[in-house]
């Protein structure tokens, strides 16, 4: 077992892998940017080492500051968390080669599960379905315009190396087309130095709705069932659920099958998501593969009792999984609380803290960094907290939420409490009816 683990990480994620590895007796190393000095990740840690300046690139990104932390501290494993470089194969490489074990996936398998084009090839070859499309990146304007005939519009064009909604166009018909490529291209290139494209069917009406895997170094892969993923504003997930209301036994069956089968074709390692497209009558497609531990996996451990962190761990020291598959005896939701103005399009609201009661009671839970007097910094992502209730039915979790961020108090700066508590009151939302589009037509209530 690992000795000393550095977080490569900030914020929530980083403090919920400190208190495994404290559980677990195993010693942490936390790692922050001069606008994270005061964040509860690197007051809790056993050791704490600046990695540079507030932006991104200079600590956080910057793979050389990060080993060379690891190396001061005597570090024998690096836990990335998400985002950041937790999907860098060039940064898992860079673990291997300085003799540090990187807790996430290989650079084999980042590359190939990172790239949208080569993931849907390898999952075709294992016999997951995939949604109809063009066979890996289009090479010109007219090969798009014939795959498009092919296939039938609507279309969705996706950039290659895309996440966050970038590079993505629906198009509904061909007079679109041209408009669509161009603009797509130019975004891609711009926000990943890649301007490669693939074409895919629309699907109308769907769910986002995942399945949670792991893997061993044995080749054994489990699945710990789905979560809904569907409330999305801009690609980005506001809430999750599991299990999810859409879900049925068959279903939940053929996907959590379909998704171990994707992990042991590709002999995955560690923890990951295979996501999927869900249409209205039920047919799932493959989208993509998270090679990480996902924003919403508490949900998933508060419904199946299980640590998911620990099990990561676990499995990148060389301990053979079960083998036994999961399924949801609960149910959870999840707020994302962002330092956000709902009432001004979720403009973002740094700043700080000023007041803080933070919600508590049986089946409630909270992962957050911040408390009353931090200072939220204007660099990084906007969320500060994930609010998880947890109850024997969804009505029950839905109340208990409601309760939840009735209790939950945040002065100083705007967040996304009354976005959600709203959220707990709209019918589509209660009666579980909700799409990826569901946030089009939702309307933020006046609060006078």
Not at 183 to 194: D, V, W
Not at 247 to 260: I, K, N
Request: hydrophobic content about 40%.
């Amino acid at each position: 077992m690992f000795k000393k683990i550095l977080i490569a990480n900030r914020g929530e994620i980083a403090l919920r892998v400190i208190r495994t590895c404290r559980e677990m007796g195993i010693k942490t190393v936390a790692v922050y940017s001069t606008a994270d000095a005061e964040s509860l990740h690197v007051k809790f840690a056993d050791e704490a080492v600046c990695i540079g300046p507030a932006p991104s690139n200079l600590s956080y990104l910057k793979m050389s500051n990060i080993i060379a932390a690891a190396e001061i501290t005597n570090a024998d494993a690096i836990h990335p968390g998400y985002g950041f470089l937790s999907e860098n194969a060039k940064f898992s490489k860079i673990c291997q080669e300085h003799g540090i074990k990187f807790i996430g996936a290989s650079p084999e398998m980042i590359e190939k599960m990172g790239d949208k084009a080569t993931a849907k090839a390898t999952m075709k070859a294992a016999g997951v379905p995939c949604v109809p499309g063009s066979d890996g990146i289009l090479e010109s304007f007219e090969q798009a315009k014939v795959v498009a005939k092919e296939i039938g519009y609507p279309v969705m064009m996706k950039a290659t190396a895309g996440g966050g909604g970038k590079g993505m166009r629906a198009i509904w018909k061909e007079e679109e087309l041209e408009k669509a490529w161009e603009s797509a291209r130019l975004e891609a290139a711009a926000a990943f130095g890649n301007d490669g494209m693939y074409m895919e069917k629309l699907i109308e009406e769907p769910r986002h709705i995942e399945i949670q895997v792991v893997g061993d170094s044995y080749g054994k892969a489990c699945h710990l069932s789905e979560r809904d993923c569907s409330v999305q504003r801009r690609h980005q997930k506001l809430t999750e659920e599991t299990p999810s209301p859409f879900m049925t036994d068959d279903l939940r069956q053929r996907m959590g099958d379909a998704a171990v089968k994707a992990a042991e074709f590709i002999q995955y390692e560690g923890a990951g998501t295979v996501e999927f497209l869900v249409d209205k009558h039920r047919n799932f497609y493959f989208m993509e593969m998270n090679t990480r531990i996902q924003v919403e996996h508490p949900i998933t451990e508060q419904v199946i009792d299980y640590d998911l962190i620990r099990e990561q761990i676990l499995v990148a020291a060389g301990v053979p999984i079960s083998g036994k598959n999961y399924l949801p005896q609960l149910h959870s939701i999840e707020c994302r609380i962002n330092a956000e103005d709902p009432y001004n399009d979720f403009r973002p609201s740094p700043g700080k803290i000023t007041v803080l009661h933070a919600p508590g009671g049986h089946g409630v839970r909270l992962d957050t960094h911040v408390y009353a007097g931090y200072t939220i910094p204007p660099n990084y992502d906007s969320m500060i907290a994930k609010l998880i209730t947890t109850a024997q039915t969804r009505e029950e979790a839905i109340n208990k939420m409601k309760r939840a961020l009735d209790e939950f108090y945040i002065e100083g700066i705007k967040t996304t409490i009354p976005f959600h508590r709203q959220l707990m009151d709209e019918p589509d939302y209660v009666a579980g009816n909700y799409t990826t589009k569901f946030m089009e037509s939702f309307k933020m209530k006046d609060p006078n």
